[in-house]
C-alpha cells in the first residue's frame, strides 16, 4: 500500500520560512520521481517543482529563487524548503510521485500577518 505523508505546514509571516516534508512507504522511493503541487482556495492545482531520481530538479518560474526541493533516500522523503514567503504561496501542498496516481493528503501553508 503506496502512502504519502506531508508535514511541516503551517502559519507564517510574509518573508517567512517553512519546510515542508513527504515521506512515502510502499514504493521504491529511490528510483522515484518526486513531485511538489499546490492548491489555492478557488485554484486549480499547480505543480511548484519536481526532483527526479537522479536529483536533478525543475522549478516553476514562481518557485526558481526562493524553493528548494530535495530527496533523502535513506529516509525516503522529499524536502521543499520554502523561504521568503509571501501571502501568495497561501495554499495546501500536495506531494506526488509522478508518472502515477499516488498522491499524499496534503499540508496547509498560510502566509499571513
Known amino acids: 500500500q503506496v502512502q504519502l505523508v506531508e508535514s511541516g505546514g503551517g502559519l507564517a509571516q510574509p518573508g517567512g520560512s517553512l519546510i515542508l516534508s513527504c515521506t512515502a512507504s510502499?514504493?521504491?522511493?529511490?528510483?522515484?520521481?518526486m513531485g511538489w503541487f499546490r492548491q489555492a482556495p478557488g485554484k486549480q492545482r499547480e505543480l511548484v517543482a519536481f526532483i527526479r531520481s537522479d536529483s536533478s530538479t525543475y522549478y516553476e518560474e514562481f518557485a526558481k529563487a526562493r524553493f528548494t526541493i530535495s530527496r533523502d533516500n535513506a529516509k525516503n522523503t522529499a524536502y521543499l524548503q520554502m523561504s521568503d514567503l509571501k501571502p501568495e504561496d497561501t495554499a495546501v501542498y500536495y506531494c506526488?510521485?509522478?508518472?502515477?496516481?499516488?498522491w499524499g493528503r496534503g499540508t496547509q501553508v498560510t502566509v499571513s500577518s
Open positions: 510502499g514504493i521504491l522511493f529511490s528510483v522515484s520521481n
Open positions: 506526488k510521485v509522478l508518472d502515477s496516481d499516488y
